[in-house]
């Protein structure tokens, strides 16, 4: 039986009179987009038509999930707002801090050592609160969740920007920050501007060598990675319905990486068999007898340019694998263009590592259909010539393709089983000789590619696709070779094929797990002690953030002035820095360190006015700080693209920046800075970007009348006494300035706890 049933059915319930009223009120046929949304509405029943792109809404999410690098301080201010308990059911997975080096069972093992103290008080703090623990080793959060909690019609957040992973059973899964997560486990509304909505309509059927992924791989290609930006994806059509449920949960879980709210897809027989073979037939059972509140109405389907914002069409039949990349993971590229483009750009063609699974590409169909080109280097006597890794994505996985014999044809191709975490996808990767920082390519089948992700060498150029393409390249060790077209040489000399993927959809033999790896909260939570050591180096208990004055921002000192691509991997790193994020004290010594310098391009080296001396960004900001200087961040377009970390808010905001002023900025880090009282705010003139010089002082002329509409007037005083006043605009509404004005969202929520 399904996890949370009763609630499930409590949706179902609702969704009927709800959705009904809100095509009442809307006045035309419904997406599923717009089912899903105004059943969730905080105030229950619908009562009028919101506008897209505009009205913020109330929401009331039916759960929340957090992985345990950002569940740490999402807890830690969770611990803040004076609740006994979750309000509505939440889930921590343990999967970021296990590095990927050895072997599972060595790199598992290492892990609970290393993170042991972490561990200990995310177990501790869900026992308290009524929240679900998953384990280290259990599996990667949006994989687990998608095997566990998600269902059709339903809303979630999470504390990761793939928890859109979610989408492939018919959810509207959103990835926040910590602090969007404690709005909700306290028991408040989650606000959210109404999305806009991008139909893609896919015709014909996937076959041969092309998988999801590619679908993915192609709308990046078309709306780049701010091209969704403010707007839920919904696919339909033929080719969406043939698609199996987890190719589906690839699709959406990509869509991060087009800057989307979330993407999703209406309930069909494909989600019936997963959820019946993941021990869920109750929730298949109950979505069966509203299925069609679970996909949107047939008139938006057969005439979707009526109904949706942006309509994209693909034909499946016509579609070729792709592989995105170097560096940005919209730089979309078919295989039979790949040598082309490769010998062009100077791309190293000898591949050195090919890595499958993660929490985009880690489900069984997946693995069967890697395990078919695998299987080829035995039986067509090949021999690999990269090297190459599996991560599952699941416990429930990884103990079915061992049962099922997949496991054991990698060994015999050479391969490394690492745990089932994140791994090298968000750089938990100790990759031997990365340190030396060579020039040299990979390719994997994960979702983001931005410089230094994977093994924090700035020259490796990762390259993504799907886990059968993936394990083909490796086997050839050639970034040009095109296995639809191309052939390579066995052992004996002899020219050989290799044959298209094939595998089944889901397990013949059902799932299996020893253990799942989960663990129940307490019954009664109010007698359990959460401590946390003063001397630990990986853990501090949070202080509020001060209130606004009341006054100007003045003599502020520019900190940075952000080159470029500036994502939050650039604002607050992973990797080794995982081991700090439940330490802000700590953790904000990466603040800002992957950041080019507009003025020297150079990372982490930037002036301190008080000095004239270059230092690291941290250390300068410290110095402000230290002095009672206010400091202002100044970026570029689709800053904070990536990560739902809000580390990369909070960071700023405990080293003393009070505004960040960008020409454009990602929805999750946007909405991360507003929470913690940072001013996030957009240049009115893309072009004053160029008036701003290295040895500025910024002074606010406006403040104190900030309101909602209303732009703010920035004094930039230069070196030479000279001069520029620039306008900037903000998205702040009442709620939102009143977080500014309170010094943070969490300040609020804690203060009506007291209450």
């Known amino acids: 039986m399904a996890f949370d049933i009763e609630m499930i059915k409590k949706v179902y319930d609702n969704m009927a009179t709800r959705v009904d009223k809100a095509r009442e009120i809307v006045g035309h046929p419904l997406t599923l987009t717009e089912k899903i949304l105004y059943n969730h509405l905080w105030d229950g029943m619908p009562s009028k038509a919101f506008i897209r792109g505009a009205d913020y809404v109330d929401f009331a999410p039916d759960r929340v999930a957090c992985q345990d690098a950002t569940a740490q301080m999402a807890l830690l201010q969770f611990m803040h707002a004076g609740k006994s308990k979750v309000a509505v059911p939440t889930t921590v997975h343990c999967d970021h801090l296990i590095q990927a ?20 008080f995310l177990s501790s703090v869900s026992d308290k609160y009524g929240i679900g623990f998953w384990k280290p080793g259990a599996g990667i959060i949006h994989q687990v969740v998608l095997e566990n909690y998600a269902f ?21 899964a959103i990835g926040v920050g910590g602090a969007d997560a404690v709005d909700v486990m306290s028991g408040m509304a989650w606000e959210l501007k109404f999305p806009k909505l991008i139909g893609v309509k896919l015709t014909g059927k996937l076959s041969g060598w092309t998988a999801p992924k590619d679908v ?51 309930y069909d027989a494909s989600m019936s068999r997963y959820l019946r073979s993941t021990d869920r037939a109750d929730v298949a059972d109950a979505a069966d007898k509203i299925a069609p509140y679970l996909t949107g109405d047939a008139a938006v389907y057969a005439n979707p ?9 693909i034909n499946l039949d016509e579609l070729e694998p792709h592989l995105n990349g170097p560096f940005t993971p919209d730089l979309a590229t078919p295989i ?14 000898k591949i050195e590592v090919g890595l499958i699974g993660s929490c985009t590409n880690s489900s ?43 496991i054991d044809i990698f060994d015999k191709m050479g391969a490394t089983v690492f745990a089932n975490a994140c791994g090298p996808c968000i750089g938990m990767w100790d990759r031997e000789g990365a340190e030396k920082e060579e020039r040299n390519t990979i390719v994997h089948s994960f979702n983001r590619n931005f410089s230094k992700r994977a093994d924090g060498n700035p020259n490796t150029l990762a390259f993504v696709g799907s886990p059968e393409l993936v394990t083909a390249l490796a086997i050839a060790g050639d970034l040009s070779f095109n296995p639809l077209t191309d052939t390579l040489i066995n052992e004996n000399g002899e020219e050989v094929k290799l044959e298209a993927p094939t595998g089944d959809e889901l397990p013949p033999k059902g799932f299996a797990a020893e253990d799942s790896g989960f663990q129940a909260p307490a019954e009664d939570g109010s007698g359990i002690v959460v401590s946390v050591s003063e001397t630990s180096e990986r853990l501090q208990l949070l202080a509020p953030f001060s209130p606004w004055d009341g006054k100007n921002i003045t003599g502020a000192k520019l900190l940075i002035k952000a080159f470029g691509k500036c994502t939050t991997d650039h604002i607050s790193m992973a990797g080794p820095w995982l081991r700090f ?21 150079k990372p982490n080296k930037v002036k301190n006015q008080l000095t004239g001396i270059y230092d690291a960004v941290p250390a300068v900001a410290r110095a402000y700080k230290a002095a009672g200087v206010p400091s202002i961040v100044v970026g570029d377009h689709n800053y904070g693209e990536g990560s739902s970390r809000e580390h990369a808010a909070m960071e700023p905001r405990f080293l003393g920046v009070k505004a960040v002023l960008v020409k454009s900025f990602a929805r999750i880090h946007e909405t991360n800075l507003k929470k913690q009282g940072l001013l996030g705010l957009t240049f009115a003139t893309e072009a004053d970007y160029d008036k ?7 002074n606010f002329t406006d403040l104190v009348d900030f309101a909602v509409g209303k732009p703010l007037t920035l004094e930039f005083v230069h070196a030479d006494g000279t001069k520029d006043i620039i306008l900037a605009n903000h998205t702040y509404n009442e709620g939102q300035i009143g977080w500014f004005v309170a010094g943070s969202a969490l300040n609020l929520i804690a203060a009506a706890g007291k209450i």
């Not at 059709?152 to 989408?167: F, K, L, R």
């Not at 039979?336 to 063609?349: C, F, G, R």
């Not at 701003?692 to 910024?698: A, C, L, S």
């Open 101 to 120: 080096k050895v072997n599972a069972v060595t790199d598992l093992a290492r892990a609970k050592t290393q993170s042991n103290e972490v561990f200990e």
């Open 152 to 172: 059709p019609g339903g809303m979630m957040i999470g504390t990761d920007s793939h928890t859109v992973n979610a989408g492939g059973l018919g959810m509207v």
């Open 305 to 313: 340019e009526l109904y949706f914002d942006q309509v994209i069409e």
């Open 581 to 601: 994020r439940g330490h802000l004290d700590n953790i904000s010594n990466n603040m800002l360190i992957g950041a080019i310098n507009a003025f020297n391009q």
């Open 692 to 698: 701003i010089q290295e040895d500025d002082t910024i």
């Open 336 to 349: 039979s263009k790949m040598k082309e483009e490769a010998i062009k750009n100077n791309w190293p063609l």
């Open 216 to 266: 993915i791989l192609k709308v990046a290609g078309i709306l780049t990675v701010k091209g969704g930006t403010g707007a839920i994806v919904e696919y339909f059509g033929e080719g969406a319905t043939a698609m199996s449920c987890t190719g589906k949960g690839t699709i959406c879980n990509m869509g991060a990486e087009i800057g989307a709210t979330t993407s999703t897809f209406g």
């Open 364 to 406: 069984y169909e997946d693995i069967a259909r890697a395990a078919s080109i695998a299987k080829q280097v035995t039986d067509k006597n090949l021999k690999i010539k990269s090297e190459f890794t599996i991560t599952p994505g699941s416990e429930l996985v990884r103990y079915t393709i061992e049962r099922d014999g997949f």
